[in-house]
């Protein structure tokens, strides 16, 4: 009976599980988020044609449906398991090569995260200064508090975090399209995840209208020293 409901969890669509990355009509915005978790960008246009240009100042390269990026019947452009080296322009235009809206999007790698616990006395970063001819301040750009993962009791909740760089009178920038082609390494250069203790009421109406997956765990044949534990579904946006 598990193994039935794993195959149809996998056969109905899950756009829920991803975040919704939006613009406004004929906008360009810019964005930092992680890499390893999948993402839409939003263009609300049948017939969007998307194109993507990294840092390198290459010439736009009209995208394709592959594995890993999937343009959606809305027009929206699905990204799974987006890297760092996916950090560029996305330009969706309409059927006539007109702009429909434009997203910077600066991946950031999720293998550099820097995780603290608030509770525990642990620290985010600190603002540092980077000196590439000017005074640059780069410093960690906080998204909201996500809700509690529990309710009726202890919990904990979280909140991700990207790396900016500031020019004095200049608007901040995700790192890496501040940087573009320039090579950095700079170990304050990595996003950010913050964790502290939450104690929320239950919603009855709200939890019941949740969907869930029920997925088959195989059981594990030897003894080892480390497991890899995936949840199909989860992102670390939610």
Known sequence: MLATLWLLSLSVPTLWAQVLISCAYKSFCQRGLVSGNDVVLQC??????????????????????????????????????????????????????????????????????HITHRDLGQNPLKNETLSLGGKELIFTHWEPWQDCNRCGGPGERKRLG???????????????????????????????????????????????????????????GKLTNTMWLTCPLASIYR
């Open 162 to 220: 990207y790396c900016y760089i500031e020019e004095p009178l200049e608007a901040p920038m995700p790192c890496w399209l501040y940087l573009g082609a320039e090579k950095v390494q700079y170990s304050r250069m990595r996003p950010e995840l913050q964790v502290e203790a939450c104690l929320t009421p239950c919603d009855h109406i709200k939890e019941i209208n949740q969907p869930y997956f029920v997925f088959d765990i195989p059981q594990l």
């Open 44 to 113: 609300d246009h049948p017939g969007a044609r998307w194109y993507f240009s990294s840092l390198q100042g290459e010439d736009p390269l009209l995208l394709s449906s592959t594995p890993d990026i999937k343009k959606l019947p809305g027009g929206s452009l699905q990204l799974t398991n987006p890297q760092p080296s996916q950090t560029g322009l996305y330009h969706c235009q309409d059927n006539n090569s007109a702009l429909v809206v434009e997203y910077e999007v600066d991946f950031q790698d999720v293998t550099a995260l």
